[in-house]
């Protein structure tokens, strides 16, 4: 079955650094979702990227899908102590709505 | 709106026992999924569900069952629990296939001995 693979798995930074994390598919992706888990919580929606080489901006978060749509990355500009956390990304199927999930970038960041 | 909740928060159960995991949304969803979370796995779907009455499989979904009777319910049955289905499970509701996100509920932490 389709597959999403996230690297790394683990990340910590000083507060201040940057952070990126990547999702790569054998595949092309349908739409990808990325999500935010804080430790003990519930995944959160942060955005959904659908077209070949779309970059969005939330703040000090930027969402990038390749051209081919078999890749997509989440950068964090100057991370802060909020951002720590799981990020997923996800692959959502337009017939279902269905989710195939990457395996999720645990972020730790030191103040 | 409490959105999407689930209950129990927590359950510890024998080999071989059985329990039900409650999901209720109350924003009027047609989408209904149940995941679970297990370390360094991500989430993995289990089975979901498009509209009342209806169910399907997911990626996971030997050793469950599940139920959509009302709308706004989605229940998650184990018949007879393993030491393996130790793990978080998720309830998560959309409006539909084309919705951009999927809402989660808080989680239910079960552990089988």
């Known amino acids: 079955g389709q597959q999403v693979m996230q690297i790394p798995q683990y990340q910590h930074v000083q507060e201040g650094e940057d952070f990126t994390t990547y999702c790569n598919s054998s595949t092309t992706l349908s739409n990808i979702q990325w999500y935010k888990q804080r430790p003990g919580g519930h995944p959160v929606f942060l955005i959904q990227l659908v077209k070949s080489g779309e970059v969005k901006k939330q703040k000090r978060l930027t969402f990038q899908f390749g051209e081919a749509k078999k890749n997509s990355s989440l950068h964090i500009t100057a991370t802060q102590t909020t951002d720590v956390g799981t990020y997923f990304c996800?692959?959502?199927?337009?017939?279902?709505?269905?989710?195939?999930f990457g395996q999720g970038t645990t972020l730790q960041v030191k103040p | 709106n409490a959105g999407v909740t689930q209950t129990p928060k927590f359950r510890v159960l024998k080999t071989g026992q059985s329990m039900t995991l409650l999901c209720a949304q109350d924003?009027?969803?047609?989408?209904m999924y149940w995941y679970r979370q297990d370390p360094g796995m991500g989430l993995r779907l289990i089975h979901y569900s498009v509209g009342e009455g209806t169910t399907a499989k997911g990626e996971v979904p030997d050793g469950y069952n599940v139920s959509r009777l009302k709308k706004q319910n989605f229940l998650l049955g184990l018949e007879s629990a393993a030491p393996s289905q130790t793990s978080v499970y998720f309830c998560?509701?959309?409006?539909?296939?084309?919705?951009?996100?999927?809402?989660f509920g808080p989680g239910t932490r079960l552990t089988v001995l």
């Open positions: 998560a509701s959309s409006y539909d296939d084309t919705s951009n996100e999927q809402f």
């Open positions: 924003m009027n969803h047609e989408y």
């Open positions: 996800a692959d959502h199927s337009s017939n279902t709505g269905k989710l195939i």
